[in-house]
């Protein structure tokens, strides 16, 4: 007697579940927003014309609008204002700290900015793990050096450490303005990790292309 052949029963596969966003919320603790002043208006839409996105740090801070601005002007000035040092040495240094500090934020969007800046997303990549893999020149390599002292061991920091700046060509002024932008980094990465504050999604895609 043959046996009846059993046809297989396909099995029911559950849908893939929704992808969430990381950068949602901003960040970990629920500060309704404040409504935005015209001054703050003004820079969230200027953010979205030149990035397409207002960065989640400024949402962060987007619940009082004094903090928003005061966070916001010394941010621009000690990144954007005329400097001996250029935009990409402060993004530099902006990550080795971020980077002494693991801080998930700023290590992800100012990452983003040396790749962009720089055109070489590899320099990117060794600033966020280890800026002593980078072929750095002399002067990029003392300023790096200073900027993770100054983040490690700040009690350590004497003469010597601010000479072996200027034997690299740096200006009292240039040394002032490397270790404003530590200051402010260690800073920033202290209350973006109290906060959990996270990165947009956008960062994460942006330079990777190495240049041919």
């Known amino acids: 007697m043959r046996r009846a052949s059993k046809t297989p029963v396909a099995k029911a596969v559950a849908p893939a579940p929704a992808r969430v966003r990381d950068d949602l919320p901003a960040i970990a603790l629920p500060l309704s927003p404040a409504e935005l002043d015209p001054a703050n208006r003004a820079y969230f839409d200027k953010c979205l014309e030149k990035i397409g996105?207002?960065?989640?740090?400024?949402?962060?801070?987007?619940?009082?609008?004094?903090?928003?601005?005061?966070?916001?002007a010394m941010y621009n000035d000690l990144m954007l204002a005329p400097s001996?040092?250029?935009?990409?040495?402060?993004?530099?240094i902006a990550v080795v700290v971020s980077a002494v500090n693991r801080c998930y934020y700023c290590l992800t969007a100012h990452g983003a900015a040396v790749r962009q800046l720089s055109g070489d997303p590899i320099l990117g990549e060794q600033l966020v793990m280890n800026y002593r893999a980078a072929r750095l020149d002399p002067r990029r390599r003392a300023m790096l050096d200073f900027a993770a002292k100054l983040t490690e061991r700040p009690n350590e920091v004497e003469?010597?450490?601010?000479?072996?700046?200027?034997?690299?060509g740096l200006s009292e002024r240039d040394i002032w303005d490397v270790s404003a932008v530590v200051g402010f980094f260690n800073m920033s990465n202290r209350i973006a990790s109290a906060t959990d504050m996270r990165p947009n999604?956008?960062?994460?895609a942006q330079a990777r292309t190495l240049p041919e």
Do not use: C, T
């Not at 996105?53 to 916001?72: E, I, T």
């Not at 001996?84 to 530099?92: A, D, F, H, N, T």
């Not at 003469?159 to 700046?165: F, G, P, S, T, Y």
């Not at 999604?201 to 994460?204: I, P, V």
């Open 53 to 72: 996105f207002v960065p989640n740090v400024l949402q962060a801070y987007a619940f009082d609008m004094a903090k928003l601005s005061a966070f916001a």
């Open 201 to 204: 999604e956008a960062y994460h």
């Open 84 to 92: 001996g040092l250029s935009k990409l040495e402060r993004e530099m």
């Open 159 to 168: 003469e010597e450490d601010r000479e072996a700046l200027r034997r690299v």
